[in-house]
């Protein structure tokens, strides 16, 4: 296992699978490289780290990992994966890191630049930005790997600095909008401040959300700093038509849970912008949704109710963990999106 530098910071790499009958199997990586835009000779495939970002000098840089999923017996139903990483350093922090699913094979040489980045010249079983295999001359599609145009997971990496998101979003008269964001996640001391603003037309119709998960890669339970947020609707005409705020520090967030002896680490929120009848329609649903039993009792905690001057409706949860984060959230938009259309949709990737 090699460590992975983030703007000249280290991360480790190993994923946890979970599969039926609540087994877990860890996984470490079985070849791993680091590729440079600069350059269709260079490589870090045996070096002692890997690099992704980019060089002051615009230099871009991926690193690329493979897991062996062969010690998994056939018929094995994955039912959850958490790729994890943890960074020792950086000089650039508040990125934001993707994950991507690459199709094609690649392969790790013996080049190694040791512990600088940049890269050095390519063995034959390298990969590098313009080859699979640079021996061979075997070419990737596309410059830089062939990789899912739609990331499997986006990290904001921060080191205790405080960092602010801000989003500006569109709709037009009579359009249809949807942005919901991978969870942002907060690692200890992390300060951020997050800005999502929508301008609607009228007769637009949205859902729009945000979510935070608190990690100490330790283990230790060490909070965050603190998280800012707010999901502003806008009038084009500059009227304000609902506004959602949260500003809470780590340590009253875990302390708070705490006292309720429900262990939450997760946030998210949501707003669905709609006529009233279809607002009214995603409250009996949502309500219906909460009351059910959970799969895993006091996982959630949830609210919903409608904004105010029939705009839509607002709901807010905290869960245990990021997993049951996602289910109650990917439950809540289905229940949005039905109210709305008529038809239940079809099931998120992500």
């Known amino acids: 296992m090699r460590g992975l530098h983030l703007f000249a910071g280290l991360l480790w790499a190993l994923l946890g699978l979970n599969v039926h009958a609540q087994q877990t199997v860890v996984l470490y990586a079985v070849a791993d490289n680091s590729i440079y835009s600069n350059s269709v000779d260079r490589a870090d495939g045996a070096g002692p ?133 991978d969870p942002l996640i907060l690692f200890p001391d992390a300060r951020i401040e997050t800005r999502l603003r929508l301008v609607a037309g009228a007769g637009a119709r949205a859902i729009v959300g945000d979510a935070f998960l608190a990690h100490d890669p330790k283990g230790k339970g060490r909070p965050f700093g603190r998280v800012t947020g707010e999901i502003r609707i806008e009038r084009e005409d500059g009227g304000t038509i ?28 949501m707003l669905m912008l709609a006529p009233e009848d279809e607002s009214a329609r995603a409250l009996d649903a949502i309500r219906g949704l909460l009351a059910a039993p959970q799969e895993t009792p006091g996982e959630i905690y949830a609210g919903v109710s409608l904004l105010p001057q029939g705009a839509g409706l607002w709901t807010r949860a905290v869960a245990r963990d ?28 992500k």
Not at 108 to 117: K, L, Q, V, Y
Request: proline share 4%.
């Open 49 to 181: 780290h890997l690099w992704v970002g980019q060089h002051a000098g615009g230099v871009n840089q991926r690193a690329l990992v493979r897991f062996d999923l062969s010690s998994l017996a056939p018929g094995t139903v994955v039912t959850r994966a958490r790729l994890v990483l943890t960074m020792s350093k950086t000089i650039s922090p508040g990125k934001v890191i993707g994950v991507h699913r690459l199709g094609a094979s690649w392969g790790e040489g013996t080049s190694n630049n040791g512990s600088g980045g940049g890269g050095t010249q390519a063995s034959a079983n390298d990969s590098t930005w313009g080859f699979r295999f640079y021996g061979p001359r075997l070419a990737w599609a596309s410059p830089g790997a062939d990789f899912a145009a739609s990331s499997s997971a986006d990290l904001l990496v921060t080191s205790g600095v405080s960092r602010v998101v801000s989003i500006d979003l569109h709709a037009g008269p009579d359009s249809w909008l949807e942005f919901l964001s």
């Open 242 to 269: 609902a506004v959602d705020r949260l500003s809470v520090s780590g340590a009253d967030f875990c302390k708070s849970l705490r006292q309720a002896d429900r262990g939450f680490a997760t946030h998210g929120s």
């Open 322 to 349: 990021g997993a049951a984060l996602r289910r109650t959230m990917l439950a809540i938009w289905s229940a949005m999106r039905e109210s709305m259309t008529g038809i239940a949709p079809a099931p998120r990737r």
